[in-house]
């Protein structure tokens, strides 16, 4: 689905706010309106993967230094981008010397699992 918007900056990020009618699409196929929605995007034919997020009462699509330099655009220029719901599932392999530490120490690791789980209900509502 493509769109343009204006670039704009809350504190030091620059964002899009996306078109209600690609809101509801998004919403629609990611099976959910609330948490992070994982999304794939193409500007000037250069593949990125983003999350959107809800902050501040709206739907804001994050622009890294990347994709503006890709698009050659910044705050307060108009950006073109192509976006979809992304459903691969996004896995981050802990670091070996975390997973080792953990290991060794039984109450950090029940800390952990715990803010784990904390962080989970909180954008997943599970």
């Known amino acids: 689905m493509k769109f343009s918007a204006r670039?704009?900056?809350?504190?030091?990020?620059?964002?899009?706010?996306?078109?209600?009618?690609?809101?509801?699409?998004?919403?629609?196929?990611?099976?959910?309106?609330?948490?992070n929605i994982p999304v794939k995007l193409?500007?000037?034919?250069?593949?990125?993967?983003?999350?959107?997020?809800?902050?501040?009462?709206?739907?804001?699509?994050?622009?890294?230094?990347?994709?503006?330099?890709?698009?050659?655009?910044?705050v307060g220029d108009t950006i073109e981008i192509d976006i979809e719901f992304d459903a691969t599932e996004r896995i981050t392999p802990m670091h070996p010397k975390l997973e080792l530490a953990l290991k060794k120490n039984k109450k950090a690791n029940e800390i952990f699992m715990h803010c784990l789980h904390q962080d989970k209900k909180k954008f997943y509502g599970t």
């Open 42 to 74: 193409i500007i000037k034919e250069q593949a990125f993967i983003q999350n959107l997020v809800r902050y501040s009462g709206k739907w804001r699509l994050y622009l890294n230094i990347p994709m503006r330099k890709t698009s050659g655009k910044d």
């Open 7 to 35: 670039i704009y900056k809350i504190g030091v990020n620059p964002y899009v706010l996306l078109p209600v009618k690609i809101l509801k699409k998004l919403f629609k196929d990611a099976g959910k309106e609330k948490g």
